[in-house]
C-alpha cells in the first residue's frame, strides 16, 4: 500500500456473517483504492469465529483504524445501526461481505457530496460481480449511468441501494437510524433501505445518485435467487404498510404502484413464455401480500 494515498473523513461500515471469504475480498478491495477512509467498522454478527479470527490475523489496522464489532444481535439494519453508534466520522458509508468496490468508489463519493446539490446522502451504481456464468443470477443492480438528485416524494427504490450509500451521520441521527423491523436477518426480511431512504427524503434531505461510485456484487445461483424472491417482496410490502399505518397515503400508493410493476411483469413474462421469470414474480407477489399483513399488525 503506497504511503501517499490521501485519506478521507468519512466511517467505511461493512456488514457480514458466516462469510470470511468474502469479507477478505472485499476489504482488499476498500483497501486497494485510489483513496483510503479515515476508519472501517466491521460489524460481525457471524456464527462462528473464522471471521474474528480472519480480523485479528489479516493486519489490516496496520493501513487503515479499524474498528471490529462483534454483535450477537441478528439482523442487517442492526448492523448498520451498530457501525453508526461506532463511527467517528461525519459521514458513513455502507456496504456489505458480498460486494467488492471498484478502486475509484470513495474518491467518487466524495465528488458526489461535493456537488452543487450539496447532497445529505450519495448512492451508487452497483454492478454484477465477474463474467456472466449459466445458472448465475445479477441482484440489486443499479446501472444507470445517469447522474439524479432525489429530493421529496420519490419513490425509494429509484435512488439507490444500502449496500452502495453514504449518509451524513447527524441524518441518520435526525431520522433515527435504520428500522430494525425490516433487513435481512429480520422478521421484516428486507426492505431496511428503502426505509431510510424514504425517511431521509421525508424529513427534507437531498440524495444524489453518483454513477461513478461503483460497487460490484456478488451474483447468486438459480436456487438462492428463487429463495430470495418472497423476502424482497415481503420487505417491499411490510415496509409500505408500515408507512401506511401511520396514515402515509404516498406510502399507500408506492405500494400499488409496485404491485402493479410487479403484475405487468408477470404478465408479460407470462406472454413470452419465461417461466422461471413468471415463477420469480409471483414469489415476490407472494411475498408482498405476507409482508403487508406483518406491516399492519406489527406493534413493536
Known amino acids: 500500500m503506497a504511503s501517499d494515498v490521501s485519506r478521507i473523513d468519512l466511517t467505511v461500515a461493512v456488514a457480514t456473517m458466516n462469510r470470511p471469504s468474502a469479507l477478505a475480498r472485499c476489504m482488499s478491495a476498500i483497501l486497494m483504492g485510489q483513496a483510503l477512509p479515515a476508519e472501517i467498522v466491521i460489524v460481525?454478527?457471524?456464527?462462528?469465529?473464522?471471521?474474528?479470527?480472519?480480523?485479528?490475523?489479516?493486519?489490516?489496522?496496520?493501513?487503515?483504524?479499524?474498528?471490529?464489532?462483534?454483535?450477537?444481535?441478528?439482523?442487517?439494519?442492526?448492523?448498520?445501526?451498530?457501525?453508526?453508534?461506532?463511527?467517528?466520522?461525519?459521514?458513513?458509508?455502507?456496504?456489505d461481505d458480498d460486494c467488492v468496490p471498484d478502486e475509484g468508489w470513495l474518491t467518487a463519493i466524495v465528488a458526489g457530496f461535493d456537488g452543487a446539490e450539496k447532497p445529505d446522502a450519495?448512492?451508487?451504481?452497483?454492478?454484477?460481480?465477474?463474467?456472466?456464468?449459466?445458472?448465475?443470477?445479477?441482484?440489486?443492480?443499479?446501472?444507470?449511468?445517469?447522474?439524479?438528485?432525489?429530493?421529496?416524494?420519490?419513490?425509494?427504490?429509484?435512488?439507490?441501494?444500502?449496500?452502495?450509500?453514504?449518509?451524513?451521520?447527524?441524518?441518520?441521527?435526525?431520522?433515527?437510524?435504520?428500522?430494525?423491523?425490516?433487513?435481512?436477518?429480520?422478521?421484516?426480511?428486507?426492505?431496511?433501505?428503502?426505509?431510510?431512504?424514504?425517511?431521509?427524503?421525508?424529513?427534507?434531505?437531498?440524495?444524489r445518485?453518483?454513477?461513478?461510485?461503483?460497487?460490484?456484487?456478488?451474483?447468486?445461483?438459480?436456487?438462492?435467487?428463487?429463495?430470495?424472491?418472497p423476502s424482497y417482496g415481503f420487505g417491499m410490502g411490510a415496509f409500505c404498510a408500515l408507512w401506511t399505518r401511520r396514515h402515509d397515503a404516498y406510502a399507500g400508493w408506492m405500494l400499488a404502484r409496485w404491485c402493479f410493476d410487479r403484475s405487468r411483469a408477470l404478465l408479460t413474462a407470462c406472454v413470452r413464455r419465461r417461466w422461471r421469470r413468471v415463477r420469480e414474480e409471483l414469489l415476490m407477489l407472494r411475498g408482498a401480500a405476507c409482508g403487508i399483513a406483518y406491516g399492519l399488525t406489527r406493534t413493536s
Not at 44 to 71: F, H, K, M, N
Not at 73 to 90: E, F, T, Y
Not at 163 to 177: F, M, Q, T, Y
Not at 210 to 224: N, T
Request: aromatic letters at 8%; hydrophobic letters at 40%.
Open 44 to 95: 460481525d454478527q457471524s456464527t462462528q469465529t473464522e471471521t474474528a479470527d480472519l480480523v485479528t490475523a489479516a493486519g489490516w489496522d496496520r493501513i487503515v483504524p479499524l474498528r471490529y464489532v462483534r454483535q450477537p444481535h441478528r439482523g442487517l439494519a442492526a448492523s448498520r445501526n451498530a457501525a453508526v453508534a461506532h463511527a467517528s466520522q461525519p459521514i458513513v458509508v455502507f456496504t
Open 122 to 207: 450519495v448512492t451508487g451504481r452497483v454492478l454484477p460481480l465477474g463474467p456472466e456464468r449459466p445458472g448465475f443470477y445479477a441482484v440489486s443492480t443499479r446501472a444507470s449511468r445517469v447522474r439524479a438528485v432525489y429530493r421529496g416524494r420519490s419513490l425509494p427504490w429509484a435512488v439507490g441501494s444500502g449496500g452502495n450509500s453514504a449518509v451524513k451521520r447527524e441524518w441518520l441521527d435526525r431520522v433515527g437510524g435504520f428500522d430494525e423491523r425490516l433487513g435481512a436477518g429480520s422478521p421484516g426480511f428486507s426492505a431496511e433501505d428503502l426505509d431510510v431512504f424514504y425517511r431521509l427524503l421525508r424529513a427534507g434531505a437531498t440524495v
Open 209 to 229: 445518485y453518483e454513477p461513478d461510485a461503483i460497487v460490484f456484487h456478488e451474483r447468486q445461483d438459480g436456487a438462492r435467487r428463487l429463495a430470495s424472491r
